[in-house]
């Protein structure tokens, strides 16, 4: 039985088979070629010594940009408040020169953190790191025209409305929204009390009535 299981950053892998697989004949047995293979699998999964990643790889001349580093010894190590942080640089080298990229520890262990503006001359480049004896390269392409893709949350949207029993209206289809509106807005029928000799308009046709009474009483020469 062979089975892996994740401890920390890393991974543990357990083996438990027995040798006995050494004395089988050749074509019986090749668990020496699983072995191999799992042993590489497991080195190439392991992390980099020093590693470096952009936020963006593709920027415009002057644009800023972050950059993260990690130390896979200082991030994987017990570390306490006092104990004292490795140093880490970076830089480019352009065409005006190598311009250095200020790198400052985070909260987390081994982890750096910092900020640079693209060279203004467009081109390929590569941003370097140097620390605790490893160096790790990360790319950078500076050009005039950058182009970076929206994301389509069409189907995102879509999904939200009718979990919420609603639809979603294309801009191209927007024909269909008034009749969408009108088969769900529908006013709901209640029942209200009405009070007509509460409204103070009956005071016109009161007072009318009281102006003809008095017109008919003079009229038959009553009092």
């Known amino acids: 039985m062979i089975w ?54 593709v920027l415009t001349p002057g644009e800023r940009t972050e950059v993260h580093a990690t130390l896979r010894d200082a ?14 640089s970076a830089m480019i080298d352009t065409p005006e020169g190598p311009v250095g990229v200020s790198l400052w520890p985070e909260a987390a262990p081994g982890r750096y953190r910092g900020t640079f503006r693209a060279p203004s001359v467009p081109g390929s480049y590569r941003l370097a790191a140097t620390g605790d004896g490893f160096r790790a390269e990360a790319p950078l392409v500076v050009a005039a025209n950058v182009a970076r893709a929206t994301p389509d949350e069409s189907d995102l949207v879509a999904a939200w409305s009718r979990s919420h029993g609603g639809q979603a209206v294309a801009a191209a289809a927007l024909r269909d929204l008034a009749p969408a509106l ?7 029928a209640r029942t209200e009390t009405w009070y007509p000799m509460r409204s103070p308009w009956w005071i016109v046709p009161f007072t009318m009535l009281l102006g003809a009474e008095w017109l008919w009483r003079r009229r038959q020469g009553l009092a």
Not at 24 to 38: I, K, T
Not at 75 to 88: D, F, H, I, M, Y
Not at 182 to 188: D, Y
């Open 4 to 57: 892996r299981s994740p401890i920390g950053s890393g991974e543990l892998v357990v083996s438990g088979v027995l040798d006995a697989w050494r004395y089988r004949e050749p074509e019986q047995s090749q668990f020496d070629g699983v072995w191999r293979a799992l042993v590489a699998d497991a080195a190439a999964a392991a992390p980099s010594p020093l590693e470096v990643s952009l936020a963006s790889a």
């Open 75 to 88: 991030s994987l190590a017990e570390s306490s408040p006092n104990q004292p942080r490795a140093p880490l």
């Open 182 to 188: 009108e088969r769900v807005l529908r006013p709901a």
